[in-house]
């Protein structure tokens, strides 16, 4: 994006002016310092806004160029710091918040009380179960609690994978009807 600043208030700042002059080669300068020309387009427009932004004094600068360099060259430094920080905090959050062994993230048990409620849900089920039929409780179990497929507990039971399918969508509805709040 260019800056179209105001003539008038352009040649009354001459650093601003500097600025405008030579923006696409502080674009370039940033853009080979950090790796990437949006992250120079920033940069860049993050001076253009500290520059108009500063008090005009009677400022007397020696090497106007090497300022504006270098007030690049500041801000890019200040981005990476900040990003550095940021991604310091996030690491040290994640190793407070979570277990890690041999570089693998491992799930923390739940609460208590959400453990006692899952056990409690399972006696429930499990004892539904076993006042299914018996081919439909027998489909279930194997499919469902014990993570057979469909054509391996058909295998299994010795029925064809439709019987299967239709004993475990039965006990699925006899299931949730008894098991429903």
Do not use: C
Not at 36 to 57: C, F, H, I, M, P
Not at 85 to 96: G, H, N, V
Request: net charge positive; no cysteine.
């Amino acid at each position: 994006m260019r800056h179209t600043g105001s003539v008038a208030a352009d040649s009354d700042d001459p650093l601003l002016a500097l600025y405008l002059a030579r923006r696409s080669n502080l674009v370039r300068f940033l853009a080979a310092r950090a790796g990437s020309v949006t992250a120079a387009e920033d940069l860049t427009q993050e001076l253009y806004l500290k520059l108009a932004a500063r008090e005009r004094g009677g400022e007397d600068v020696g090497n106007p160029t090497a300022l504006l360099y270098r007030m690049a060259l500041n801000l890019m430094l200040d981005r990476a710091r900040g990003e550095t920080r940021s991604a310091q905090r996030d690491t040290a959050w994640r190793q407070a918040v979570r277990t890690e062994i041999g570089g693998v993230d491992i799930a923390e048990e739940p609460p208590a009380d959400e453990a006692a409620a899952s056990a409690q849900r399972m006696r429930a089920l499990l004892a539904a179960v076993q006042d299914l039929p018996p081919q439909a409780g027998r489909a279930f179990r194997l499919h469902k609690l014990e993570g057979l497929s469909q054509a391996q507990t058909a295998q299994a039971m010795g029925l064809s994978v439709k019987a299967v399918e239709k004993h475990v969508a039965a006990a699925l509805k006899a299931l949730t009807q008894k098991l429903s709040p």
